[in-house]
């Protein structure tokens, strides 16, 4: 298996200039979708069953390729998402290229070299004779920077039917896997008060900025490290003139839990400070929730953690798991049930930034890796 992946490591960095010269950001469907069909034809050359669909009002480009054995669960469900950050045009500025050992280019490690890793590997059980004794599916979704609303229940639904997940957002550098992610949500507190003149009359007003001071005091005593739970003020706006009481005034408050059993705290809070104005007079509004659940490692997510990392450590890989802030598709399927591994992909750093980095030393390592997982799952029936 070894020597056979050896061989295809150029035609792994042919199908990694092909995908990351394509303009894939969120709001780019026919960027997508062309991703999409490139791994659709490859799919269907191993004998997957493969559709493109098309999900939300937005009709999000997604793909899913299985191969089935009976009405058994699948063994393996390989998830990933084919959108990036980068808008339009930034191939063009800063297409594939190759420096001192590692790739470059949009979304080379967020997350078009997991991708990539999950087809290599797939291809590699075929060749061996393996990938037809497992029962698989594929899911990458388009829209999951912009957080999953049209994928999530496709995502979530799909988890269900499969007894573990893969997610193939990048590899940390040292070989470092995520089983743990925050969940959590945006919110925004927004505040309603009474103009008046800040001189002449400023009794007649309600200084919606200084009600919103003191839910921003409120709101800060949230964090609790030692719980893993944060509440960020992030945006503040407020205020017309230097001179005018301002009677509106907003704050985007950044959320995230460790785990779900705070997230009723978090919301029965955020309840009450609507309705308990400081001055008053004032109105206090609270929009958002925290939409996304975290991801939880259970007894079984360390038992499939543990076939990982004995894996590698006889490959030689140094493994580590690591809890991370950052969320993920992950954080859903782990939600329906699924015990869940992440950072599965391409060991790689910097994501959402123009220095984004894929390290190629990692490639054979990571498709020998999963494909080897892979082969224990289904000796193991």
Known sequence: MKTYIATRYEQFLTDFKTIVNIDSSSDNKPGIEKVARFFNNRFVSLGLDVQILFLGNEKVPCLYAKQKQGKKPFDIMFLGHMDTVFPTGEVEKRPFSIKGGKAFGPGVCDMKGGLLVVLHVLETLKHEGILDSLSVCVAFNGDEETGSKASKDWIMSTARESLRTFVFETCRPGYRFVLQRK????????????????????????????????????????????????????????????????????????????????????????????????????????????????????????????????????MGLPMEAISTGGSSDGNHTSAAGTPTIDGMGIVGANSHRADEYADLDSIDNMVWLVAQVCKAIGEKG
């Open 183 to 314: 969940g959590g949500g945006w919110l925004k507190v927004i505040v309603k008060g009474q103009k008046a003149h800040a001189g002449a009359d400023p009794e007649k007003g309600i200084n919606a900025v200084v009600e919103l001071a003191h839910k921003i005091v409120k709101i800060n005593k949230l964090n609790q490290n030692d719980k893993g739970t944060s509440a960020q003020v992030t945006v503040i706006t407020g205020g017309d003139k230097v001179n005018i009481i301002p009677n509106r005034a907003e704050a985007s408050v950044d959320v995230r839990i460790l785990k779900l059993e705070e997230k009723k705290g978090i919301e029965d809070f955020f309840n009450t400070l609507s309705k308990t104005p400081c001055l008053k007079g004032s109105e206090i509004i609270v929009q958002g929730k925290i939409d996304r659940p975290p991801m939880e490692p259970w007894d079984t997510t360390y038992e499939l953690w543990d076939l990982i990392q004995s894996t590698g450590k006889q």
